[in-house]
């Protein structure tokens, strides 16, 4: 069985992936520098004598090094996840997502690591011509610092794979719903709907359209897709097969709830700066190699709303 | 007249700048670390009142602010410009490219700079699926480290604009030719055949379909669309109406110089590692403006070949 290194290990996917790869049985070295990973995530995967936790943060070059001797693949989902403040704080997006990358790339080729799955996003299509967006779309525009730092990345991994011979599985995600799930609009929502059920604030005019994608369904995709899918460089879009407006998703919300607050919208078509009004992609290129999501989007709002209410703790975790 | 700032001033395309902006009754702050640039192309510029020579790092944040203060525009040419050896240095792009980039954004917000023009690169486009490459041809997939800097570049130009409302004009260049010329295929070629002119040794199989650019064609266009270009994120592509064989130019340069070499292929249908074998821009778009190029290919190669004769010295610069 191979060895994986996961960088994030900590977080709300590299947790849910590190689970996956011990339960199939793979060596797992873990790497996260806890600032935003929880290390109660990973409890589980601490009891494995199979998995190695390294606390590292990416932009030590030599730490990552070493934590990437040996690995057969690396699973790169550490990153700086939130879209929402790129323009409040504009270096921490390249470092952690752009330079970041860099390192682990350098890393792997130092050691002789010839493979890299990468969780990119679906925001790099900015504001896209075509709906639902393939991965071959008309060559985007990018409208945050969080989609070019992550453009940035996947430049790097494809110029390093021409380079050196690596071969790349890079995802495209959608919003990632589900257990461990630490921050976005659900989050956003129970939180508030917690402090006061009278009221819920909604930025923007609720009419935006996103697809979101359950975090088995995710981590399924990326499995299967470093098992079969053959190119050098395969870029894959992971999302549901259907969008959603924010007032759909606060209706599930609210109904589950049993609330009814008064919706403040704070509008505009746009929830912030570089917010994209419309996300749906296209994942025919992923379904072609045999993965369908299990989930519906209705389903996973509500999962992750339940697995919310079980671990209250996380909502003043950040 | 507004106040420039152009990065790289002591460059081939920048020099050619400043001298047209002085020209045009602009003030201009060039900067420069003298890493590739010649203090000889700014010798007109010296003489000027209205020029400024600031000899800083584009590494270096504090430096670009103090620059940047009191310009309307920069004008960033500063790069790594040679697209060849990235494996060799696998930071270099990364750091004088896409992190210098970011600091010169850094330093227009924090002095209030409204307006970029960038000397992006047509590798951006990898192996474009479509020839004439327009300007929104599908997505493309990275094969150089200098194409992946420079579309982080791009990306961040255009995620700043987005956030901070900076005007921006991305050039996507074809090489470029003529005076102040200190790299590619015609110093490369010239510099053999000074040193042995029985023989050129070629790499790839000379097959590779190539498009150029003359220097002032390229200015011209640069000053014009800064002019006319109307949106906040502009994009052009910039280069000749044509495209020519490597063998094609070392044909027009052996005639020139009244050679006849024999031909030392290095075979394959690449010069190097993430080289293109066929670069041809749609520039239709740029020409819309009202511009388009005043010199062919064979014009451009044979101006580099004479300037090249004059300026000896050159080939011993770098």
Known sequence: MPTCLVTGAAGFIGSNLVDRLLAGGHQVVGLDNFSTGQEHFLQAALASPEFRLERADLLDLSA???????????????????????????????????????????????????????????????????????????????????????LAAEGLIQAYSEAFGIQAFIFRFVSILGRRYTHGHVFDFYKQLLEHPEKLRVLGNGKQRKSYLAVEDCVDAILLAVER???????????????????????????????????????????????????????????????????????????????LQEERWLLQAR
Chains 1, 2 share one sequence.
């Open 229 to 307: 899918a053959p190119d050098r460089v395969n870029i894959l879009n992971l999302g549901a097969g259907e969008y959603c407006e924010v007032n759909d998703s606060i209706g599930w919300i609210t109904g589950h709830l049993g609330l009814a607050p008064q919706l403040d919208y704070q509008g505009g078509d746009r929830g912030w700066i570089g917010d994209n009004p419309f996300i749906w992609l296209d994942c025919a290129r992923m379904r072609s190699l045999g993965w369908q999501p299990r989930f519906s989007i209705r389903e996973a709002v509500l999962q992750t709303l339940d697995y």
């Open 64 to 150: 990552v090094e070493r934590a990437a001797a040996g690995a057969d693949i690396v699973y790169h989902l550490a990153a700086n996840a939130d879209v929402r403040f790129g323009p409040d704080h504009p270096r921490r997006d390249l470092d952690q997502n752009a330079i970041a990358t860099w390192n682990v790339l350098e890393a792997m080729r130092r050691q002789g690591v010839g493979r890299i799955a990468f969780s990119s996003t679906g925001s790099v299509y900015g504001e896209a011509k075509v709906i639902p967006t393939p991965e071959d779309c008309p060559f985007p525009v990018q409208t945050s610092l969080y989609g070019a730092s992550k």
